[in-house]
């Protein structure tokens, strides 16, 4: 049975490790890792999925900023699962749990850089992401976002960029541990 918890500074270690065997070293050059560097993910949001205390999957929330405006948002990113553990639902399951537990947080965007027909499956879109861009090179077709509240991505445009004030992640409301029991 697959348990989802928040990430703990222990876990860092073993997701490290998956995040190499899945994407390698290559990874850092890319434009979303750049996004990440220098800045704490959200642990509140940032969660693992763990048999018999063994790494499965994670999943990591970053603090943004879209434009001039200096709109709030979130990076979601990197989403991970072993590959051996492939296509028992894990990802997905990641994804709506963390979702859930960032719109109850009072977040109200989400932006990742990834494939649209396996996000699409939890509601992000190209489409939603139309108006963004990303401060390095990427596929604009890869850049999708997802509205956590009805109406949040309109007037919203620009360049994507790291959180100014990384400050608004601890403003998170509550442990999340109570919804992850509930949705277990």
Excluded: N
């Excluded at 963004?132 to 991505?153: C, N, Q």
């Amino acid at each position: 049975m697959i348990d989802y918890r928040c990430e703990r500074p222990e876990d860092k270690g073993a997701i490290e490790f998956l995040l190499d065997m899945a994407f390698g070293p290559g990874r850092f050059a890319k434009t979303a890792y750049r996004l990440r560097e220098g800045v704490d993910c959200i642990p509140e949001l940032s969660l693992v999925a763990m048999e018999e205390g063994i790494l499965r999957g994670s999943i990591r929330f970053w603090p943004i900023q879209i434009g001039e405006a200096q709109t709030p948002a979130l990076l979601l990113g990197p989403l991970v699962v072993d590959p051996v553990h492939r296509g028992r639902g894990i990802a997905v399951k990641l994804m709506q749990l963390s979702l859930e537990m960032a719109a109850a947080h009072g977040h109200h965007i989400v932006v990742l850089v990834g494939d649209e027909p396996y996000y699409a499956r939890v509601g992000f879109s190209s489409v939603m992401a139309k108006g963004l861009s990303l401060p390095g090179p990427v596929d604009l077709k890869r850049l999708l976002a997802k509205e956590l509240t009805p109406g949040a991505l309109a007037g919203v445009s620009g360049l994507v960029r790291k959180a100014l004030d990384a400050g608004y992640a601890q403003s998170l409301l509550a442990d999340a541990g109570p919804l992850l029991k509930a949705q277990a």
